[in-house]
């Protein structure tokens, strides 16, 4: 889907991208459109839940569907997100192991025990690798950025440390929009 990372393409170009995405001709990109049209690098399905996360960010009309107009976005934050994943995929495996995961987490801003990284990799792990493909790192560093933003929220003097009511934990997990 990608050639030119980081910079926008002519408006030519993106519809000719979205006519092909665009299978029904419907003039929208459903989710089950984009998983078809994306690549984590293996002859296995693209992580639905990550097609919906960013169907749904890029989705302005909140309708489930992608746009013309939302699509440059959204080819974007694809593009970006691919160049992102080469960038840390130093062997240039396909993958993610926890050595490139631990140092793409550590430029990301996140200050993570090395106990923590190895949860995060086996939790997307999902092909049993102990590597992560493109799709889970995605939906991973999503996640982790929800997840953050709901702690700072109680983390007010920002110190890494916060105390919550046991309701107070299953409202700001449950508040995860996810
Ligand atoms: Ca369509
Ligand atoms: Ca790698």
Known sequence: ?????????????????????????????????????????????????????????????????????????????????????RSFDRDNSGNIDKNELSTALKTFGYNLSDATVTTIVQKFDRHGKGTVLFDDFIQCCILLNLLTTQFRQFDTDQDGIITIQYDQFLNMVFGIKI
């Open 1 to 85: 889907m990608s050639q030119y990372p980081g910079t926008l393409p002519s408006r030519e170009f993106l519809w000719n991208v979205f006519q092909t995405v665009d299978k029904d001709r419907s003039g929208l990109i459903s989710v089950d459109e984009l998983q078809r049209a994306l690549s984590n690098g293996t002859w296995t399905p693209f992580n639905h839940e990550t097609v919906r996360l960013m169907i749904s960010m890029f989705d302005k009309q909140n309708r489930g569907t992608i746009s013309f107009e939302d699509f440059g976005a959204l080819w974007k934050y694809v593009t970006d997100w691919q160049a992102c994943f």
